[in-house]
Structure formats: structure tokens, C-alpha cells
């Protein structure tokens, strides 16, 4: 049983575009969300986080957003950059615990 | 600050043997937790170390079992080695509700 879903594997978008990645939970405890970036021979690097208080957080070019009712949150950067291509990692928390990660979605933007 | 260390880089062993992996958590930080991360997947999280005992545990057998030494650092051991044990091994560090991850140990089982 998979708690965090992320659905599309790969998204390819042109750079200065906007990229949007999902995230589905199924787990109505989970009360802190993050997204992480990771590059290829590196561990994953913390981007940007939400708390479950709050359905948006924007940081720069990222922006989070959460739908607590539909158990759904996103990420967007805008403007995409060629740097930004990664697997992107969401992943979630209850009460400050253990972080349940999905599997990732691999971002290439396109110059 | 030289950040969540982890040694080796790389490890090659033989099915039924066993392998200690080494973490060093960010300046500061006095929580560790090991993921798993098997390719194609995201991280799965094996344990958490926090005042040299564990804290929580995922959905790993008692094959996986660690250590944390008073300076904060950890150690993740792994018995009887399968070949799906073959995997990235992530430490983390914890500050509040953010992680600071390490580059990982690749453990390849032959």
C-alpha cells in the first residue's frame, strides 16, 4: 500500500515554461509535506515545504500547493530552467515522524 | 559545515555476508534516519536514531539494525545479505521537520 503516489514518471518541458509535478496521500495523518530534488550520484536536496495549516507555499521560482480534501499537492516552477532537471521527490509526515516518499517524477526541461 | 557525510561511496559484497555503513550527521543534528532506496523508487525509511536508541522503525527485518555513537553518528548493519539488498543507502539528518540527506552508499550484493 502505497501512501504517496506521484503518477507521471517523467515530465519534459521547454525551458521558461511552467512545470507542474503531482503528489496524491492517501494518509488522512500526514501533516507536513516536502519536495525534494535529486541529482544523479547526490542524495536528495530538501526544496520547499508545506504545512497541512496552509495550502500554498512559494519560495522563488517554486511554488506548493496543497488540497487537503482531495489528498493532492503540487509543485510548480516557473520559469522552468535547463538546471532544474531532476528526479523530483515528494514526500510526507505525520507528527513530525518518519517521511514517506513517492517514487518520483523525472523533470527535463528542454533549452 | 561539511554537511551529512556517508562512507563507503561504494560497496561490492557476496550474498550471506555482512556490511556496516558509516554516517555523519550535519553539524548540530542530533537525529539520523536511513532510507532505503532501490532503483527506480523513492526512499524508504528503515530506521531513526535519536539519544543512541532507536527511535522509530519502518517495514525492515531485524537483519537491519543500527547504532548511534554519542558524537551523533550512526552505523546501519545488514546481516545475511540478500541480493535485493543491493540498493542506495541514504542517511539523513533532522532539523525540525527537514532532512538533510548525505550522497548516499551504493551496496551492490553479488
Known amino acids: 500500500d502505497q501512501q504517496v503516489k506521484q503518477n507521471s514518471p517523467s515530465l519534459s518541458v521547454q525551458e521558461g515554461r511552467i512545470s507542474i509535478l503531482n503528489c496524491d496521500y492517501t494518509?488522512?495523518?500526514?501533516?507536513?509535506f516536502l519536495w525534494y530534488k535529486k541529482y544523479p550520484a547526490e542524495g536528495p536536496t530538501f526544496l520547499i515545504s508545506i504545512s497541512s495549516i496552509k495550502d500554498k507555499n512559494e519560495d522563488g521560482r517554486f511554488t506548493v500547493f496543497l488540497n487537503k480534501s482531495a489528498k493532492h499537492l503540487s509543485l510548480h516552477i516557473v520559469p522552468s530552467q535547463p538546471g532544474d532537471s531532476a528526479v523530483y521527490f515528494c514526500?510526507?509526515?505525520?507528527?513530525?515522524?518518519?517521511?514517506?516518499f513517492g517514487d518520483g517524477t523525472t523533470l527535463t526541461v528542454k533549452p | 559545515d561539511a554537511g551529512v557525510t556517508q562512507s563507503p561511496t561504494h560497496l561490492i559484497k557476496t550474498r550471506g555476508q555482512q556490511v556496516t555503513l558509516r554516517c555523519s550527521p550535519k553539524?548540530?543534528?542530533?537525529?539520523v534516519s536511513w532510507y532505503q532506496q532501490a532503483l527506480g523508487q523513492g526512499p524508504q525509511f528503515i530506521f531513526q536514531?535519536?539519544?543512541?536508541?532507536?527511535?522509530q522503525r519502518g517495514n525492515f527485518p531485524d537483519r537491519f539494525s543500527g547504532h548511534q555513537f554519542p558524537n551523533y553518528s550512526s552505523e546501519l548493519n545488514v546481516n545475511a545479505l540478500l541480493l535485493g539488498d543491493s540498493a542506495l543507502y541514504l542517511c539523513?539528518?533532522?532539523?525540525?521537520?527537514?532532512?538533510?540527506f548525505g550522497p548516499g552508499t551504493r551496496l551492490t550484493v553479488l
Open positions: 553539524s548540530g543534528h542530533d537525529t
Open positions: 539523513a539528518s533532522n532539523q525540525y521537520n527537514e532532512q538533510f
Open positions: 494518509n488522512s495523518m500526514f501533516d507536513y
Open positions: 514526500a510526507a509526515s505525520a507528527h513530525a515522524g518518519k517521511s514517506t
Open positions: 536514531y535519536y539519544e543512541e536508541e532507536e527511535r
